[in-house]
């Protein structure tokens, strides 16, 4: 597969695929959440990480009693502050906002922006780039679409942090939402140049193994790293229910990955755009070292 050089994408276009995102949250949301979205696993794993956060909060609070102290810089007293903050307030300035439907699946779907570029990469056709959706410009730009849109305030927006990790969707519910994104993604002109995790991972575990091999190590210990790093290469596979492969023959796993696995982005490539995307089926001179 050739390589072109990888740049993150531009934020005027990063805006108008989250605009579009954005757009998308009430047709997504009834697709996902037919009962409510206080009722998804999604909002209550959000809902739970923040919990936990603010219980931390609560025990460093009660562990250090110094810190109802307020020093005002005044030479003859402290002034003593009981006031423990709720859970609310706790959250004021974090991202998404609690209990906020819309602004809660478009973060979700944002973050699956990241996802698809984590290890693969977009490309538009006759351009020399290929590029990525970078973390810390998503975040920034996340904030900004819900203040265009009138969601925060402005105040709110210069201060917002994000905190939640987003919450793993089922299935069903990563497809249909990745159908969404790519959508987007098509209108804007892009394609999918497609890199799988776990075969990046194994080739690298690989390589790894042959510089190991051929190193000046002391016997045991060169045996002992060698055995571990099938044995890491063995759990990636162990999923695929094949014992018959070889862990360090790369032609042999790129055959069982086309065999056995799927892959929810090459799936939902396929719904939109009616063709595999750049890197499937796997290739073997794509992965070897």
């Known amino acids: 597969m050739k390589q072109r050089k990888i740049e993150r994408l531009p934020s005027s276009i990063v805006l108008a695929i989250l605009q579009e995102v954005y757009d998308s949250v009430p047709k ?3 697709t996902i959440a037919s ?5 998804t696993p999604y909002h209550q794993e959000m809902i739970s990480y923040r919990k936990m956060l603010y219980d931390d ?16 810089h005044n030479p003859e007293q402290d002034i003593p502050w009981n006031e423990e903050i709720d859970f609310d ?4 300035i974090t991202f998404p906002p609690l209990y906020h439907d819309h602004l809660e699946l478009f973060y979700i779907l944002a973050g699956l922006l990241l996802e698809i570029t984590a290890d693969s990469t977009l490309y538009r056709d006759h351009h020399s780039y290929v590029y990525y959706f970078d973390e810390i410009q998503l975040e920034e730009l996340i904030i900004k679409i819900a203040y265009r849109n009138k969601q925060i305030e402005k105040e709110e927006a210069n201060h917002m942090l994000t905190i939640c990790p987003c919450p793993p969707l089922d299935d069903m519910d990563l497809l249909h939402c990745l159908e969404t994104l790519f959508l987007i993604l098509k209108k804007q002109g892009f394609h999918l140049n497609f890199w799988d995790y776990e075969l990046l991972l194994i080739t690298d575990l690989q ?3 042959q510089e190991i091999f051929y190193q000046d190590l002391h016997y ?3 045996e002992q790293q060698l055995w571990q790093i099938q044995l890491d290469i063995e759990q990636v596979l162990e999923g695929y229910d094949d014992p018959a492969v070889d862990p ?7 055959a069982l990955y086309n065999r056995r696995k799927i892959s929810p982005l090459v799936l939902a490539y396929l719904h939109v755009y009616d063709q595999f995307p750049l890197g499937y089926p796997y290739w073997h001179a794509d992965y070897e070292p």
């Open 28 to 30: 997504v949301m009834q």
């Open 248 to 254: 360090l023959h790369l032609p042999g796993i790129i």
């Open 57 to 72: 909060y609560k025990d460093m609070d009660s562990a250090h009693p110094e810190s109802h102290t307020r020093d005002f």
């Open 207 to 209: 390589e790894r193994y």
């Open 220 to 222: 045991v210990d060169k």
């Open 89 to 92: 307030s706790y959250f004021l």
């Open 35 to 39: 009962l409510g979205w206080k009722h």
